[in-house]
């Protein structure tokens, strides 16, 4: 090698070693927001669920929810955080010589109003949660119209992403035949990330439904884990890749007890 093109491979060098850094930091600020039920990114999450031991008679049931989100600025710092989920369901029989259900369960639209980022990495918002009456059969829907309040929270303190999700729906219309709505359910927000593509969470929703007399019939409480991978295609959008798995630790009669996920979330150009 001439003395001439050594300044020239060292910059070379230097430019490749800073570019790999600017990457690594892109990829540990995309995590942080993966984390963020809120944060300001368009994402389209596929999520295939699979319950095991569901119903009376201990059949698997699974879900396939599509959840995307996309965020709009209405001025002032504050963003509209739209996010819908669209359940494809397959649900075992209930009664003897049924067969199973399968097709579109009710969505959900939940609407937050988000200020910028406060002090100390806190991020919070607020807004409501509708559920429509999609279900194409009754073993797959409530058959109401439900609406209520939906709230976020959370704080980012160096790996970790700690918060939570809560709404609360009643129903408001609807097949009168159907029994009333009356539900609230809890997502924890906890993720800590091993490095600039890689982290650990809690994967769950606790839920209760008001309506149930008998408390050991009214709440739902999950306990998984999960595994994330963050990756960037050649000549695609990032990927982040969710695998987990969990129990319900608490749950009524013929509710499932074992869940295991997983997630394929991709991140689009606004």
């Given amino acids: 090698m001439t003395i001439a093109k050594r300044p020239l491979r060292l910059a070379m060098a230097a430019a490749s070693f800073a570019a790999c850094g600017a990457w690594a930091q892109d990829d540990a600020d995309l995590q942080k927001k993966l984390a963020n039920p809120i944060?300001?990114?368009?994402?389209?999450?596929?999520?295939?669920?699979?319950?095991y031991n569901a119903g009376p008679f201990e059949k698997p049931q699974y879900t396939l929810n599509i959840q995307p989100v996309y965020p709009i600025k209405i001025g002032g710092g504050w963003s509209l955080i739209n996010r819908a989920i669209v359940p494809l369901l397959s649900n075992p029989a209930v009664l003897p010589g049924q067969d199973r259900k399968n097709g579109l369960g009710d969505i959900t639209y939940e609407a937050f109003f988000a200020p910028p980022a406060g002090e100390a990495g806190w991020i919070w918002g607020f807004g409501s949660a509708t559920v429509l009456r999609t279900a194409t059969d009754d073993r797959l829907g409530a058959g109401k119209w439900s609406l209520g309040p939906a709230v976020v929270g959370l704080k980012e303190s160096g790996p970790w992403t700690v918060g939570a999700l809560a709404t609360q729906v009643w129903s408001v219309a609807g097949d009168d035949n159907q029994p009333n709505v009356s539900a609230f359910s809890f997502q924890p927000i906890v993720s800590y990330r091993l490095d600039s593509t890689q982290s650990l969470g809690y994967i769950g929703i606790v839920t209760a439904d008001w309506e149930q007399k008998r408390s050991s019939q009214r709440w739902t409480v999950p306990l998984g884990v999960s595994y994330s991978l963050l990756v960037r295609p050649e000549g695609f959008v990032p990927m982040n890749f969710v695998v987990g798995a969990g129990y319900n630790v608490i749950r009524p009669d013929n509710a499932s007890d074992w869940f295991v996920r997983f997630q394929v979330n991709f991140v689009l150009p606004k």
Avoid at 39 to 51: C, G, K, M, R, Y
């Fill in 39 to 51: 944060a300001d990114i368009v994402t389209l999450p596929f999520q295939w669920t699979t319950n």
